[in-house]
């Protein structure tokens, strides 16, 4: 199998490489969001969760959002024995975020929602921290959290990076921030 990410969701920001990959492959995989995103490039088949994956036999292609080894499936596929072949990237949606607030991010932090609680001690202080968020953990949340716990600077949030209803946000931590759309990320910038 090859596993490719499309960056943070238009095509436009796939790599050259990921979109020649997805046109040519046999079977193509993808969560819906990425499925209508690539629906265009060839046939997709939606799945609902990875394990979807385990059942099927033979040679296909695995669609994911942004870089696949940033918070995505390589590690799940691995875990479970499943050989991938190749990996493919794109840029991941914090790259096309900080190049939209034009922040260097080379010592940046990094925090996940997904499937685990955060570590607050790992906000970059001062620095860059870059959120991915969850449903339950919104960046309104993540303001208020980050302001009960002392932090001072200010919080950029991206509603539907790269799609045509893109929202970015620059806020004070500790305000109080819209939930214009499921999906958003979160960066922190702590002063000095
Ligand atoms: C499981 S992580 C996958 C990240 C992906 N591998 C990458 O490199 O961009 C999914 C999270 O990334 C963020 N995300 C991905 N695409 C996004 C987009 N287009 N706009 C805003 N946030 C996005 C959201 O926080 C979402 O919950």
């Given at each position: 199998m090859?596993?490719?990410g499309i960056g943070p969701g238009n095509p436009e920001y796939a790599s050259v490489r990921a979109v020649e990959v997805i046109k040519s492959s046999k079977r193509v995989f993808a969560f819906k969001r990425?499925?209508?995103?690539?629906?265009?490039?060839?046939?997709v088949e939606c799945i609902q969760n990875l394990e979807d994956l385990l059942k099927i036999e033979g040679d296909y292609t695995l669609v994911v959002s942004g870089d696949p080894l940033l918070y995505s499936a390589?590690?799940?596929l691995k875990r479970n024995?499943?050989?991938i072949d190749e990996i493919i990237p794109s840029i991941s949606c914090f790259q096309y975020m900080?190049?939209?607030?034009?922040?260097?991010w080379e010592d940046a932090s990094f925090l996940s929602f997904h499937g685990k609680n955060p570590d607050w001690t790992k906000v970059k202080n001062p620095g860059i921290t870059?959120?991915?968020t969850d449903l339950q953990n919104t960046p309104d949340k993540i303001s208020r959290t980050?302001?009960?716990k002392g932090f001072k600077g200010k919080i950029y949030v991206g509603f539907n990076l790269s799609y045509d209803d893109e929202i970015i946000l620059e806020k004070i931590i500790g305000d109080e921030i819209e939930n214009l759309s499921d999906l958003s990320l979160v960066v922190v910038e702590i002063c000095g």
């Open positions: 090859v596993l490719v990425v499925a209508e995103s690539i629906g265009g490039l060839n046939r390589a590690d799940f024995n499943v050989k900080l190049s939209k607030i034009q922040k260097n870059i959120v991915f980050l302001f009960q």
